[in-house]
């Protein structure tokens, strides 16, 4: 069994910074991609931002230069930090991965169970 868990989530002010970090804990042999998602109310769920293994990153175009994902291949853990932020980034925000759980076995896709970002003066 596999559990991505998620931290970090808060109210914050315009202007203001979060961390968020997600830790992938259970049977693993090796972590792919890993990814943030958020969905905001009345609005479909959209990629943020994602990492490969090797560290190559890719950014939803409303975030970029503002957040910076990273990951730490070590601990299966990866984070976000989100400075700048802006009441249009109030969302609940979503952790996946895909990950292997033996040398020759499928790469399964995780979900986090989310955590949600306010941002609000």
């Known amino acids: 069994q596999v559990q991505l868990v998620e931290s970090g989530g808060g109210l914050v002010q315009p202007g203001g910074s979060l961390r968020l970090s997600c830790a992938a804990a259970g049977s693993i042999f090796r972590m792919y991609g890993m990814h943030w998602y958020r969905q905001a109310p009345g609005n479909q769920r959209e990629l943020v931002a994602g990492i490969t293994t090797s560290g190559s990153t890719n950014y939803a175009d409303s975030v970029k230069g503002r957040f910076t994902i990273s990951r730490d291949n070590a601990k299966n853990t990866v984070y976000l930090q989100m400075n700048s932020l802006e009441p249009e980034d109030t969302a609940v925000y979503y952790c996946?991965?895909?990950?292997?759980?033996?040398?020759?076995?499928?790469?399964?896709?995780?979900w986090g169970q989310g955590t949600q970002v306010t941002v609000s003066s």
């Open positions: 996946h991965a895909d990950l292997s759980r033996t040398l020759s076995g499928p790469i399964y896709s995780y």
